[in-house]
Every structure is written in C-alpha cells, then in structure tokens.
C-alpha cells in the first residue's frame, strides 16, 4: 500500500511540473518600447442611485354584453296516470343509510 501511495504522489508531481505556464510580464508606460501601444482600460465606477419606478399603463375597454338567448317554449303537459291498487296487509321496512 506504501509503495502505491508513493507511486501516486511521484506522478501527479510529474503532471504538476508538465503544466505550461507562461509569465506575464507588465512593462511600465515610461519603460515601454517606442512600438507599443498603451490602451486605457474602462473600470467601472461605484453603482448609482435606483431610477423611478415607471408609470402604470392605461387599462383597455371593457368588453360589450352579448345578445340575450331566446326564451324556449313551455313543453306540453303529459297525460295523468291511472289510480293504483289499494295494498295488501305487507308491511316494508326500509333501513336507513349509513
């Protein structure tokens, strides 16, 4: 276990010490060659103060009213039934729901 640990940390040394990384160097303007060209670089100044809020927008028209429906006719009376039969002596009882 030792020697993998050790094996592990020797390689990603190596692949450290692969890595390209290049240097910047920053030359001052009086330093500067005569080819170069200084450009002013914009920084953004501190936030300013939050605007209005802006006004309401106008509210449309309200819409019309639709025509009323017809009213439909009565339908016809129906026909009476006969009269029923006068019941026996059977008693029903019908228990209630729960």
């Known amino acids: 276990m030792k020697k993998i ?21 920053n030359v001052p303007a009086e330093n500067a060659p005569a080819e170069t060209v200084i450009v002013p670089v914009p920084v953004p100044g501190p936030a300013g103060e939050k605007g ?16 009323a429906g017809a009213t439909g006719e009565q339908g016809a009376t129906g026909e009476q039934g006969a009269q029923g039969e006068t019941g026996g002596d059977t008693t029903i009882i019908i ?3 729960e």
């Open 5 to 25: 640990s050790i094996t592990i940390a020797a390689l990603f040394t190596l692949a450290l010490a692969a890595c390209d990384k290049p240097t910047v160097v």
């Open 52 to 67: 209005d809020t802006g006004a309401s927008g106008d509210q449309g028209d309200a819409g019309k009213s639709g025509t």
């Open 95 to 97: 228990p209630p729901k």
